[in-house]
């Protein structure tokens, strides 16, 4: 056989695999493919441009790759010395300097206006139909609608992949680590302010599809805004290194039609309104237990295994010194947080608080009795 019937043969075979990975590859509703090589499927028209503006520099820098390396190696060959070419002798050419200067300023010139353009446009929080804001703690989010339709609405928002999943003792779904209990909720065609910060370390909160990255750092306020013009779930996740759990901290946007939107936040304040903390009402142990537990699923778990014991860097809240010592410590540690510790004060209600805590000392071998109510952590804070 020949070679080039051969050569023809290793391509067909190689194309026809590379062809059935692709399209047998399991797509993630709203994220990543498996072999994605482009962007995501732009949802905004800032991630249009964004689309446009890549593949636009990409061409720009591979025509100049070309060319650059197309003379230099037709030089290489046609000028070699065993060809007998000699060397030109000139220094200094004014012409030579002044074509390497304007064709390079051109070129970055007809690069800059078009990438300035969507930079300002990425920047222009002005006139947003909704104000979210989202801070960033280790490892979860916390969304606040501070202005606009659903103001007041508040939740956190939790990675809610099992640790069975994780440590693979059960199947994996086509979601893995990047779904949540809490999704934030939108309408479509609306623009959508972010003002992020943090809680602990510096996050970021990134959709690709929106075109929309913006760090999240303690103590500073950045914003950032998008409009998505696609009803749809879209899923990204932290993408600054913010610690052991970085890869848990999945983000997910919903976006809705207007009327599910208004909906939405009928059923959330709804849903608020009756979980809210009577500071007056005294709960029994099973009570707070059952809440407890519930709480600590949610928000301890990602750092204090589910059993009880530690994890890392993280100590064993089984048979802790600080659960089993004297209350003070205990509220403490969970409204101020201590090293790894997040403050958790502000964050979690002061009854999620009690409960939880009531939870930690009396779960595992600890069996202190200790019932904390809700007026308890509120004295707390106070006198804090």
Not at 5 to 19: A, D
Not at 127 to 138: A, L, R, V
Not at 163 to 182: C, F
Not at 276 to 287: G, H, M, Q, R, V
Request: net charge positive; charged share 20%; aromatic share 10%.
């Amino acid at each position: 056989m020949s070679l080039s019937k051969t050569l023809v043969k290793i391509s067909l075979v190689l194309g026809i695999s590379i062809w059935s990975f692709l399209a047998f590859a399991a797509d993630m509703p709203g994220g990543p493919s498996e072999y994605q090589l482009n962007f995501p499927a732009p949802a905004t028209k800032i991630m249009e441009e964004i689309h446009w503006l890549h593949w636009f520099m990409i061409i720009i820098c591979t025509v100049i790759f070309i060319g650059v390396f197309g003379v230099m190696f037709y030089s290489i060959v046609k000028h070699r010395k065993s060809k007998g070419a000699k060397p030109a002798d000139f220094h200094e050419s004014t012409t030579v300097e002044i074509i390497w200067t304007i064709i390079p300023l051109i070129i970055v010139i007809g690069m800059a206006l078009p990438a300035t353009k969507t930079v300002v446009a990425m920047k222009d929080t002005t006139n947003s139909d909704i104000t979210i804001k989202t801070t960033g703690y280790q490892w979860k989010w916390g969304y606040d609608y501070i202005k606009g339709e659903g103001e007041g609405i508040s939740f956190l928002s939790t990675l809610s992949t099992s640790r069975e999943s994780i440590n693979n003792l059960a199947p994996k779904s086509n979601t893995y680590l990047m779904e949540v209990d809490n999704e934030m909720v939108v309408p479509v065609n609306r623009k959508i302010r972010i003002i992020t910060t943090a809680n602990d370390v510096i996050h970021a909160w990134t959709i690709p599809a929106f075109g929309i990255k913006q760090d999240a750092i303690p103590g500073f306020v950045r914003d950032a805004w998008f409009r998505a013009e696609k009803i749809g779930t879209y899923r990204g996740q932290c993408s600054e290194l913010c610690g052991a759990q970085h890869a848990f901290m999945p983000i997910v946007v919903r976006v809705v039609s207007q009327e599910d939107y208004t909906k939405w936040v009928a059923e959330k304040q709804k849903a608020m309104a009756a979980a809210a903390d009577d500071p007056s009402k005294t709960y029994t142990l099973a009570e707070q237990m059952e809440r407890g537990a519930k709480v600590y699923a949610a928000n301890c778990v990602a750092c204090h295994q589910a059993n009880g014991k530690g994890a890392g860097a993280f100590p064993a809240l089984d048979g802790s010194k600080v659960v089993l010592g004297p209350k003070e410590a205990n509220y403490h540690i969970l409204i101020n947080g201590k090293g790894a510790m997040p403050k958790w004060g502000g964050v979690i209600s002061d009854g999620n608080l009690a409960s939880v805590m009531t939870y930690t000392r009396n779960s595992w071998s600890n069996k202190t009795g200790d019932v904390i109510q809700t007026q308890e952590f509120s004295t707390a804070r106070a006198a804090k």
